[in-house]
């Protein structure tokens, strides 16, 4: 079964550090591959996707995500945070025709 | 983008009453619909997916007859959690899909239900 694992629930860090957030996945074949981001009672608003082709994607907001097969990983990075992005961060494998399994979410904060 | 609008953004309401939520596609066809619900500081659980004109697919564990979900038009969607009791309050995303391919997925700004 198609299935998500973010491994860290809080992470904490300071403006202007970088920041990676981790995403673990499960799926048998190719992985469509999200990253959303949800402020405090709001929807989601996707960051990046990955469907096929060059395994470094780049998304809004300055992030960018590397799909790596090897390690069924898809982790999300940022150079340098801003107290803006203080948020949760959901990473999603497409479990069917777009229907998406979520990751349990990464809660970031950041510190000024 | 394609723009998904979900209507009431907060809704309170008395426990055994039912409550109905809309989603909708504001500029293009929806044929496919899902329902999510969010607990407190926790991931999205797929409820259910919905095909336009034909009955919803409910994952397991949820029960089809308290989370009534209806996709009667390719731009509208409703989510009617009947005789609502405290437990079911939630934050309740939908998110449509289109012709747009596999992956352009857009997402309802959330609704949240209190069952006093």
């Known amino acids: 079964a198609q299935s998500v694992t973010q491994p860290d629930i809080h992470i904490t860090v300071s403006e202007g550090a970088s920041l990676e957030l981790r995403c673990n996945y499960s799926y048998g074949a190719t992985p469509y591959l999200f990253w959303y981001v949800q402020s405090p009672g709001q929807g989601l608003q996707l960051l990046l996707k990955?469907?096929?082709?060059?395994?470094l994607v780049q998304g809004i907001k300055g992030f960018e995500a590397e799909f790596k097969r090897s390690q069924s990983s898809f982790n999300l990075r940022k150079p340098s945070v801003h107290w803006s992005d203080a948020a949760e961060y959901f990473c999603?494998?497409?479990?069917?025709?777009?229907?998406?399994?979520f990751g349990a979410g990464t809660r970031l904060a950041v510190h000024p | 983008g394609a723009v998904v609008s979900q209507h009431p953004s907060r809704v309170i309401c008395k426990s055994g009453t039912s409550v109905k939520i809309e989603c909708r596609s504001l500029d293009f066809q929806a044929t496919t619909m899902f329902w999510y619900r969010q607990f407190p500081k926790q991931s999205l659980m797929l409820m259910a997916t919905s095909n336009e004109g034909s009955k919803a697919t409910y994952e397991q564990g949820v029960e089809k007859d308290k989370f009534l979900i209806n996709h009667a038009s390719l731009t509208l969607s409703t989510l009617t959690v009947t005789s609502a009791h405290p437990e079911d309050s939630s934050f309740y995303i939908c998110?449509?899909?289109?012709?747009?391919?596999?992956?352009?997925?857009?997402f309802g700004e959330g609704s949240r239900l209190t069952v006093l």
């Open positions: 999603a494998v497409a479990g069917g025709y777009n229907k998406l399994i």
């Open positions: 998110s449509a899909s289109g012709e747009q391919g596999v992956g352009e997925l857009f």
């Open positions: 990955y469907f096929s082709g060059d395994t």
